[in-house]
């Protein structure tokens, strides 16, 4: 165990006995140690925004002495976080405590990266580390999930591929075809059904009442955690935005904006798509702006936007 943990600070007793899955329990009530653990870590108190952007300054701009001091004092504050991201990985063939482990190495890693001049939380910012590394060490160790890491993405991939052709009559499901759907040339496409012979999988399998292994695909459609993170928060701001809106006034902005998966569309394409005229499309997005314009958090929208 880490020099973090020896000092770590963070679960009150009487917090961790009262919600938590009947599992987390059993694994607490048969441990002695870790009821230790939670119990030292539970006297940690929470930080503020405000602290946390100090620590970050020592972490980044102080002297070693500082530097050292406040990264201690934010992954000793943020253990819970661990403890609480690692529950959801239980019964994967690690130990808890290795997952509180290994998720404590992203935490210390989120720590020495910090940027505190984003306007980003540090929990926030800290969980894309903390999972990473959890389901690093699940794909490496677990003895139910033996595909590697690198694998699982082309096999998601070859099978919505094969899922595509399938639902489709005037298609072949030929290996062109798979091909061209995928993006994977002949090789990948070989090392996908020999894996798959080796461990026959479903990426829709579910590992825990809420996650399925599609989880543990790492998403490459963004270079670092610092961009998950503003992504994440954007489309959360977004998707309560339109919630403000009926269904059509709703469907149009994501097709007039490209909002998520979606390519920006004119007017008239829009129309042409829904059944109405362009200038019927051009009242009913100018009415749905003027809706949105009445949420507080409209400029967030208006920065999502343009940043697609």
């Not at 579910?206 to 961009?227: G, H, K, M, R």
Request: hydrophobic residues 35%; charged residues 35%; aromatic residues 6%.
């Amino acid at each position: 165990m880490s020099r973090a943990f020896n000092n770590a600070e963070f679960i009150d007793s009487t917090e961790m006995d009262s919600n938590l899955p009947r599992t987390f329990s059993t694994i607490v009530n048969n441990d002695d140690i870790l009821q230790m653990y939670l119990k030292e870590i539970g006297r940690k108190k929470m930080l503020s925004k405000n602290e946390e952007v100090e620590l970050g300054r020592k972490i980044q701009e102080g002297s070693v002495k500082e530097k050292e001091w406040a990264k201690k004092q934010l992954i000793q504050a943020n253990l819970r976080l661990v403890v609480s991201i690692a529950k959801k990985y239980i019964g994967q063939g690690v130990l808890f405590m290795d997952l509180v482990q290994e998720g404590s190495l992203g935490l210390i890693k989120a720590a020495e990266k910090f940027d505190y001049k984003k306007n980003f939380k540090f929990s926030t910012y800290a969980t894309w580390w903390i999972k990473q590394t959890i389901i690093r060490a699940i794909s490496n160790h677990s003895r139910t999930i033996r595909i590697p890491v690198h694998m699982l993405e082309k096999i998601r991939k070859y099978k919505k591929a094969c899922n595509i052709a399938a639902c489709d009559e005037n298609m072949e499901v030929d290996e062109e075809t798979i091909s061209r759907l995928s993006g994977l040339d002949e090789k990948k496409i070989e090392e996908v059904k020999s894996a798959l012979k080796k461990e026959p999988i479903s990426l829709d399998t579910f590992v825990t009442d809420d996650l399925c292994i599609q989880d543990y695909v790492e998403d490459t459609s963004y270079s670092s955690p610092e961009n998950s993170t503003q992504q994440k928060l954007q489309h959360r701001d977004v998707r309560k935005l339109l919630k403000k809106l009926d269904t059509r006034e709703r469907e149009i902005l994501i097709r007039r904006f490209g909002i998520g998966n979606e390519e920006p569309k004119t007017l008239e394409q829009i129309g042409n798509d829904l059944g109405f005229s362009k200038e019927r499309i051009r009242q009913l997005e100018n009415i749905a702006l003027q809706k949105l314009r009445k949420v507080e958090r409209v400029d967030r929208l208006k920065t999502y936007i343009e940043s697609e």
